[in-house]
């Protein structure tokens, strides 16, 4: 027989639920023979699954205690949200984009959130949709149906799942959760859209398809998780990160249908650091030393304006520790000095400064930013500008335009629209640029296609913008490869306006290589997309350059075609 008295570890009795203490109450109930053990083991028992369920009603108990997940080491380990991890559940809002450093763990916090969604609460549907079937098949295996195994007998019994197909599970409380590379019909409470940067780069009509189909899954209260890493200055993921962190800088209140914008860099991280001892072994160069030096400047600055996303420098400023600078500087030597950029960012600026894969002037134009060629290129008076050409009747016609000063090649504005003839542009819209800016138009430099006669008119376009008073130099018709050496050698020495060549630039940035699926990787040959056009108009220019900028030619200046301003 219990003599009643509660356990060591017993410190409110009331409430105790050790299943060695038998105290039920303030006071001892008199003894009562077997009745009395079997109505205490009862009341234990019940207070027991109360408090079971009290823990169970809470989300962020069931994400601590209950799932299990393989590791980056492939250990199955029981899952704990880290601080990053965390930080990211107190500012969630119902559509929040993500810009990330590699490995912080958003895809499976983010899947394990929706999964737990799924099974404790009925009729929920998630979708996650992943930048290819290999990465959706992994994620389904590893962080949807391994943790969901692994969960207690009693809640497996209680919300068994089925799989009706492939990388999909539905459970018995009519909630759903499935894994594809696209989400389009029906409603979702839950969505994630993992790597969406990759996609927007690699498939941008996948990415359009995504937008207008699967962000109206989701309707207004419930929840999108859009994530990844940076694939350069483009792009619905580049925009939609461009259009949140907008509105955060300005404090705009969000409404439901308002993207958050959330970004976590790599130093934020407390785990990226190497250990003392071989932090000390690591060589710090002067270029490493300026690097550190002007990211603590930014974030300096950040954290002052109220940036959310620089707030753990006031925990980790206002120097970089060895420790944290000597794990950098291994990652840039593994990574390189322009995708590290992309993996492991310093700040939201940053993380698209990074080339895209298979762009054929990333080295030419990360050189031109880091180099201080990017920035603020006034008109300089009295010298005049020339415009090269990329013609489109159907399609984009792309023009840029420059200046020669001294030796300087100077790119000063870039303009392009679609649907519009020679005629419109050589008698509207450039006169209108020449009034607004100034301008006095020299030689123009054309593609080989302006001597191509019309089918309908017999006129060539040299003929049409010869009879408007316009004389095209013609570039020769030269292989691919001999235009892409001309551009490269050509921007390696250029001038470019950041504002008035923006869209340009983002041209020059993001002209690549064709991406093949089938068989994983890129194609000799061009993509021909948005950013062909003015490209093709930069190349088309750079073959010629020396030709029309030499001589005769080079002395075109104020009065070759002038226009009233």
């Given at each position: 027989m219990s003599d009643w008295k509660p356990c060591a570890a017993c410190t409110a009795p009331e409430k105790c639920f050790n299943s060695g203490c038998l105290y039920a109450g303030p006071l001892p109930l008199p003894p009562l023979g077997g009745m009395q053990d079997a109505l205490a083991e009862a009341e234990r028992q019940r207070r027991a699954r109360a408090a079971a369920e009290d823990q169970f009603s809470d989300k962020m108990w069931r994400l601590t205690n209950l799932y299990y997940i393989i590791d980056e080491n492939g250990r199955e380990v029981h899952f704990k949200p880290r601080p990053m991890q965390l930080k990211f559940l107190e500012d969630m809002w119902y559509l929040n984009c993500i810009l990330k450093a590699r490995q912080h763990g958003f895809t499976t916090l983010i899947t394990l959130w929706i999964l737990d969604e799924c099974v404790f609460y009925p009729n929920q549907n998630a979708g996650i949709v992943a930048h290819n079937l290999d990465d959706g098949s992994k994620i389904f295996r590893t962080k949807i149906k391994h943790p969901y195994e692994r969960l207690p007998e009693q809640i497996l019994a209680a919300n068994p799942a089925t799989n009706d197909r492939s990388q999909e599970l539905v459970f018995a409380n009519l909630s759903q959760i499935s894994v594809s590379t696209s989400t389009r019909s029906g409603t979702c409470q839950y969505v994630l859209i993992t790597e969406f940067g990759k996609i927007a780069a690699k498939f941008p009509e996948k990415a359009d398809e995504i937008v207008t189909g699967t962000f109206n899954t989701v309707h207004p209260g419930n929840y999108l998780f859009v994530e990844s890493t940076a694939e350069g200055r483009?792009?619905?993921?580049?925009?939609?990160?461009?259009?949140?962190?907008?509105?955060?800088?300005?404090?705009?209140p969000l409404t439901r249908l308002d993207f958050k914008f959330h970004f976590y860099p790599w130093w934020a991280n407390d785990e990226y650091q190497l250990p003392t001892e071989e932090a000390k072994q690591v060589p710090l160069l002067r270029s490493h030393i300026e690097y550190f030096q002007k990211l603590e400047r930014t974030l300096a600055a950040a954290l002052e304006a109220g940036e959310p996303w620089a707030r753990d420098w006031a925990r980790i400023g206002p120097r970089f520790s060895?420790?944290?600078?000597?794990?950098?500087?291994?990652?840039?030597?593994?990574?390189?000095?322009?995708?590290?950029?992309?993996?492991?960012?310093?700040?939201?600026?940053?993380?698209?400064?990074?080339?895209?894969?298979?762009?054929?002037?990333?080295?030419?134009?990360?050189?031109?930013?880091?180099?201080?060629?990017?920035?603020?290129?006034?008109?300089?008076?009295?010298?005049?500008?020339?415009?090269?050409?990329?013609?489109?009747?159907?399609?984009?016609?792309?023009?840029?335009?420059?200046?020669?000063?001294?030796?300087?090649?100077?790119?000063?504005?870039?303009?392009?629209?679609?649907?519009?003839?020679?005629?419109?542009?050589?008698?509207?819209?450039?006169p209108e640029m020449a009034k607004e800016h100034g301008y006095h138009y020299g030689p123009p430099v054309g593609p080989h296609d302006l001597t191509v006669r019309e089918f309908t008119t017999g006129v060539t376009r040299w003929e049409t913008a010869k009879s408007l008073g316009w004389r095209f130099h013609i570039a020769p018709q030269m292989d691919f490869e001999d235009q892409l050496e001309a551009a490269r050698n050509f921007i390696g020495s250029a001038w470019f306006d950041e504002a008035y060549c923006e869209k340009g630039l983002e041209h020059l940035e993001n002209f690549r290589k064709e991406w093949n699926e089938h068989i994983g990787q890129y194609m000799e040959k061009p993509l021909h997309d948005e950013h062909s056009h003015g490209a093709s108009a930069f190349m088309t220019g750079s073959i010629m350059?020396?030709?029309?900028?030499?001589?005769?030619?080079?002395?075109?200046?104020?009065?070759?075609?002038?226009f009233p301003t």
């Open positions: 483009f792009g619905h993921f580049h925009d939609l990160c461009k259009r949140s962190r907008d509105a955060q800088r300005m404090r705009r060895l420790e944290r600078m000597a794990w950098y500087i291994k990652k840039r030597e593994l990574n390189g000095a322009d995708l590290i950029k992309r993996e492991y960012p310093s700040t939201p600026d940053e993380a698209f400064e990074a080339s895209v894969k298979g762009a054929y002037f990333a080295e030419q134009m990360a050189e031109a930013r880091e180099k201080g060629r990017v920035g603020k290129v006034p008109h300089a008076k009295g010298i005049s500008v020339i415009t090269w050409w990329d013609l489109g009747i159907r399609d984009k016609t792309a023009i840029w335009f420059l200046q020669v000063v001294g030796r300087e090649a100077r790119f000063i504005n870039y303009f392009e629209a679609t649907d519009r003839s020679m005629t419109w542009f050589l008698t509207t819209k450039l350059f020396n030709q029309v900028n030499s001589g005769r030619a080079r002395a075109h200046q104020v009065g070759q075609r002038s």
